[in-house]
């Protein structure tokens, strides 16, 4: 039996119990690819199995070889194959890394350094820095995202971004806070005040001379920022704290102001996910770092639930 006859009946009976299966699928097709879709079942060899999960142990690499072992048991049980080409030792995974969480007071301390990290700013005007920082910080966003708005996504009389095709290629509505949109009419008026264009369709954060900006110039910056404003992790991690650590710092927040406002937690936390761009409520766990400040909050909850002060 061919190769991509029998991952599309493996895919077929898997569909046909429920399951949506997309990015199994999409992870066996690139396997069928690697291989060879006209290649017999019984003929794939190890080698092939072994250069398509790759040198190194990551989480794709066993996010592939789980794919691949629950495959081949379907093929091994209907008598497709005889014997699983996987290799038999599955390798550890790397310690898991860990997100830095910026403390509010950091949040701060970066902030009021992005005016004075840089004797000259060359692309990236400081008032502009500002304003990418506390969106991300602000509405959880990606920095792809943030810097894909156009200046037409910035909806002020209704307090919402529309976040555009991006990961997934899904589309959003965010809405977001006073705060955060008076900082953003700020900018946008220090923005126009600059000379730059107003149209609905030039990019709303612009470098000095009106272009898009560019994620490695935001990353590059953020990193001399971070070190201008004194900010390391003392947890010997192999990275210090990146600029997307602000969204994983977002995440915890809002965790921590639902718990001291009595929310119910669990049930908002799928639109925590909706909100973030997430397909699923795995994709949002992963910011979920156990501060100390969260684990405080929640261990309060907890108190009160076992306490029976608490109908949660």
Not at 89 to 100: A, E, S
Not at 270 to 297: C, F, N, V
Request: proline residues 4%; contains cysteine.
């Amino acid at each position: 039996m061919k190769l991509r006859d029998l991952i599309a009946d493996y895919v077929a009976f898997r569909q046909a119990m429920g399951h949506k299966f997309t990015g199994c699928n999409d992870r066996l097709q690139a396997f069928c690819r690697a291989v060879g879709s006209d290649t017999d079942a019984h003929d794939v060899a190890a080698e092939r199995v072994l250069h398509f999960l790759g040198p190194t142990t990551t989480v794709y690499w066993h996010n592939k070889y789980s794919t691949l072992n629950v495959f081949y048991r379907y093929a091994i049980s209907r008598g497709h194959v005889g014997s699983s080409p996987l290799p038999a030792t599955v390798p550890k995974l790397p310690p898991r890394f860990v997100p830095y969480v910026y403390s509010v007071d950091e949040v701060r301390r970066l902030l009021d350094a992005t005016a004075s990290y840089r004797k000259t700013h060359l692309l990236l005007e400081p008032y502009t820095f500002r304003a990418v920082l506390l969106t991300l910080y602000g509405a959880g966003l990606r920095i792809s995202e943030a810097l894909s708005l156009r200046k037409g996504d910035v909806d002020f009389s209704e307090s919402v971004l529309l976040i555009r095709e991006t990961k997934f290629y899904k589309s959003r509505l965010l809405p977001f806070g006073s705060d955060l949109k008076e900082a953003l009419m700020r900018y946008a008026t220090q923005r126009r005040e600059s000379g730059h264009s107003e149209s609905a369709e030039s990019s709303f954060f612009v470098g000095r001379k009106g272009a898009r900006l560019k994620i490695h110039t935001v990353q590059q910056s953020f990193r001399q920022l971070r070190k201008h404003a004194g900010i390391y992790r003392s947890d010997c991690a192999r990275y210090q704290p990146r600029l997307h650590d602000m969204r994983h710092a977002f995440v915890v927040n809002r965790m921590v102001a639902w718990y001291k406002a009595g929310a119910d937690v669990q049930r908002l936390l799928p639109k925590l996910s909706t909100y973030l761009g997430h397909i699923d409520l795995i994709s949002t766990e992963r910011y979920m770092t156990m501060t100390p400040a969260l684990l405080q909050e929640a261990s309060r909850r907890f108190e009160r639930y076992a306490m029976g002060g608490a109908n949660e």
